[in-house]
């Protein structure tokens, strides 16, 4: 009879502890769901992306895929039936046509970042120039291709706005997507490109560019590309990707895009 | 009714058109013969439900197994044996194996013949483990024959199932098949060209002709000695030249193995030898009258 | 590279379930084609032996269209499951199955054809229905047929990439398969991964086909 009591005594206490800790465990958890989201991102936008994933998966339990590729193609895939949660594109047009067509979330869109396009020359004599690509065969200079790169497509404007003939452009050398365009100038299949600003910048930064100064023209001018971000349909319940939307809004995010040389509107260049 | 088989059609063919209207009674053994595309083996093939255009009926034992162009009884249900003309073995297996695939699929009856006793009869001992594509000719035959008797059938069909033997093991095997035939009660039907297996294992024989039924009777009377059958094969008789004559060019032979399942020859009876002989040389000597008028 | 491992377990996946797949869906059609006298035969196989020679875009376009969740195959997939079949593993997979399935019908065929009519008239005598002939008597000799159509469906469906751009992505851990990846690597002048998955994939390959015809084969010919 007592050996009962004196049990129940130990017991009953250990119980109530154990009751107590997983109470509070699913208290604290409840206020954190953790999801999967899939980002798809334009080229350029790549390897930023990466380390603002890398950095939204240590602060928490979300987990991110990267899928990278050339802005138009990626609009194309959503449309049918990519199972994409949030859309980063390198302009503004596919986003928006997204949300016309239904399968973006209206008044998601926002501007993460502005790009900026440069013609970098290695080898270049003198200063490198718009004009002076036409002395060169159309073959040896890249771009991404216009149909569905928009930095493709900036760089096609300005080459007409440059006065090259149209005949040279027709033969100028067009690859799937912008970051293709960096690896071949560096590895000099081509003599020039056109390449982002970012892509050169974390080049450097990671040792496997090198870039000369001097090499490049940058045409922030009249191509740099607002590039648009928008929620799709899909993700529209989604706390990882609700939660990536509002982060790419804070001061630490902001400085990751910076660093890898992107503005935001109203900044004025100072590089 | 029982052991009754009927078959009432008909079957075009290239060369002809097979007309059918029988009724057998399966009790005492029937042979087949004719000559080579006589259409024995389609009538074969029709009793087993293997030839689709058939338009007719096919009846045994009271139940209708064909009617029309429809199968009421499909082939693998009619509780059939089938030795054929081609042995047809599993290929890429043993013959054990082959056998095995009768037994297994075989009704479960009892039988006096039993696995080993049928295998040891047909000689087949030494061959169970080997692979039947190495086989001869004669002895794929009886393996066929063996396998067809393992399925313990209703009614048995051998489709000149022995025509590759060599006549040491052709003459075993029929005294056998006597044997076992006469004292089991599986009513069978036997195709032939070989007139002295016919005689010796059935009591009644039909003949078709171009597919025709040309005669349908007892062995005895239709395979009378000298009676001339369209397609027999001439039996075949050793002899030895007794002695010749250049000028009439005949020569003497005396028979030396004749035996019960032959036909009487009066001694002195004269033959015609197709080829050069000297005496004391022994030949096989095959008998055939050279018209109808020669019977007797 | 834990990506790569991914891929390689992605490719596997996708090549043997749609391998399994097919033996059941070809056996039927290369059995009928092998044994049929119909007019329509010619029709049949032409329609089967397209993949051959289309090129894997136009398979991967049409697709794309009927596999949309806006049209009729692919809406109702997505009113029933809530994923698009496009740029899906399960999408895939029905790509693979089409764009492999000469690949399996053409060697059955060949071997259908080679077993005797007489032989399977001799087994129904025997007392096999058309069921227990063909599991017992044709599958046995057909031991050849099926290992050629699966080693060969296995291959090609690794060798996939055409189809896989057009309507796959790049879905990592749905669609990024060992070609779409290399592939990626290329672009992303990644040179050392590429030639790691692309030498390991030849590599595997020969040494599979290899091992496949040495020892498998061997066995699988009839006994003389």
Known sequence: MNGRRAQAGVLLPRLARTLCAGLLWACLSQGVESAEARIAVAANFRNTALVIAEALQRVSPHRYEIIAGSTGKLASQILNGAPFDIFMAADCDRPQQLVDRGAAVAGSQQIYAVGELGLWWPGVSGTPALGALANLEPRSVCIANPAFAPYGEAAWHSLARADISAAWREGILRVDNINLVTGLVAQGHVSAGFVARSALISGVRNGSLKVNESEVLWLAGDAALDQMMVLLTRGENNPAAQFWLEQMQTPSVRELIRRDGYRFPGEENDA | MRNQLIIRGCLERARFTLDLDLSIDLNEPLGIMGATGAGKTTLLRIIAGLEPDFTGSVAFCGDVWRDGMIDRVPTHQRGLGVAFQDSRLLPGRTVENNLNFATQRAPAVDSRLDYMTLVEALDLQHLLCEPVDSLSGGERQRVALARALLARPRLLLLDEPLSANDGVHRQQVIAHLGDWMSAGGTPFIYVSHAAAELAQLTRQVLILDQGAVRALGKTDTLLDAGNVVPGTEPSSFAAVVVATDNDSRTATLEFTDVDDAGIALNRGERVVVCRDVSEGSGLDASLQPESDEDQR | ?224
């Open chain 3, 1 to 224: 590279m834990p990506d790569d491992m991914q891929a390689v377990w992605l490719t596997v996946l996708l090549a043997g379930v749609t391998t399994l797949l097919l033996f059941p869906i070809a056996s039927p059609l290369a059995w009928w084609l092998a044994r049929s006298d119909s007019k329509g035969r010619s029709l049949v196989e032409a329609v089967v032996a397209m993949p051959l020679v289309l090129p894997p875009t136009v398979l991967g376009f049409y697709l794309l269209v009927m596999l949309n969740p806006e049209s009729f195959v692919g809406g109702l997939w997505f009113n029933v499951t809530g994923e698009s079949l496009t740029f899906s593993f399960s999408g895939l997979v029905i790509a693979s199955v089409i764009y492999s399935l000469p690949f399996m019908v053409q060697p059955l065929h060949a071997t259908f054809r080679a077993v005797p009519v007489p032989v399977l008239e001799a087994a129904a005598t025997l007392g096999a229905s058309p069921r227990d002939q063909w599991l017992n008597v044709v599958l046995p000799l057909a031991k050849r047929g099926y290992l050629t159509g699966g080693v060969l469906t296995f291959a090609h469906t690794v060798g996939e990439f055409g189809v896989v751009l057009m309507m796959g992505g790049n879905i990592p851990g749905e669609t990024r398969v060992l070609s779409i990846a290399i592939y990626e690597h290329v672009e992303t002048l990644n040179y050392q991964a590429a030639h790691s998955l692309a030498l390991g994939l030849m590599c595997f390959s020969f040494l599979s086909l290899w091992l496949v015809y040495r020892y498998a084969g061997h066995r699988f010919e009839v006994v003389r």
